[in-house]
């Protein structure tokens, strides 16, 4: 009975495909996740908004520090909310940041600003929509103007086939500033094939790309998140030491050869052709 009244009491919204959302505390790392359908999500240390704990994150948070100077405001982009952890990181490293955030979900929006609520005076604008159509909608100064754009799209456990294709990733970069980059988060697993066409369609858009992820991972032995990072300049290659030094450990920076040979032979995903990301196993989760 007490366990029953323990559940009931933690928030929880149903979203629109019948998923439940739930903001549970994390057993792990302390703070907070936001769970959907099994699946954790976002992780939010609100004590601590720097504290990234998912290791993937963590990643897209070390080639965060080094766009611009430290501590200088940043311009972002943000498709796919979650809980806010990386523009809430943003918030914390970049005072003064113009942050947009895209949501597909108003519920679980509403769910996360109740119970996981924005620092106060952040300039954090959460649109409601889908990811790709709200491209058209934002405010045509911020074309050529984002230095980062984020994306990070998932319903359920997996990113939808029209967010992984050229034509998306074309219009997603019409919005970054000469030096911005692209950050993506692609979950992969055995062999990679899904990673593998993500990477060779970035590089038809964007001409420097580079990919972080844990060793076993890179390496096709486990399922994990790849972060692909791609620019229309040259990623600074002092950038590689660093990133790597950045951890999570054991880390993993593949670039120029390297990352050529990784998408040899993977066709460029159209919107004619594009498959969603792979599901996981719910093994995956258990930590």
Known sequence: MARAREEAAVPAVRLSDGTLARVVRSPFAGGWELDVDGTPQSHVDLDDPTHLHFEYVARMGAVIDRLRMPGQPLTAIHLG???????????????????????????????????????????????????????????????????????????????PAHLTTVEFFTEASRFLAPGGVLLVNVADGSGLAFARREVATVQAVLEHVIVLAEVQTLKGRRFGNLVIAASRAPLPTEWLPRLMAAGPHPAKVAEGRELQEFARGARVATDADATPSPKPSASVFTR
Not at 83 to 101: C, D, F, H, K, N
Not at 105 to 112: G, M, S
Not at 140 to 155: E, F, I, K, P, R
């Open 81 to 159: 909310a979650g809980a806010l952890t990386i523009p809430r990181y943003v918030e914390a490293t970049r005072p003064g940041s113009r942050q947009q955030v895209v949501e597909l979900e108003p519920a679980l929006w509403d769910l996360v600003r109740e119970n996981l609520p924005l620092p106060r005076g952040a300039s954090i604008r959460v649109r409601i929509g889908d990811a790709r159509e709200a491209l058209g909608r934002l405010p045509a100064g911020l074309v050529g103007a984002a230095d980062l754009v984020v994306s990070d799209v998932y319903s359920g456990a997996q990113t």
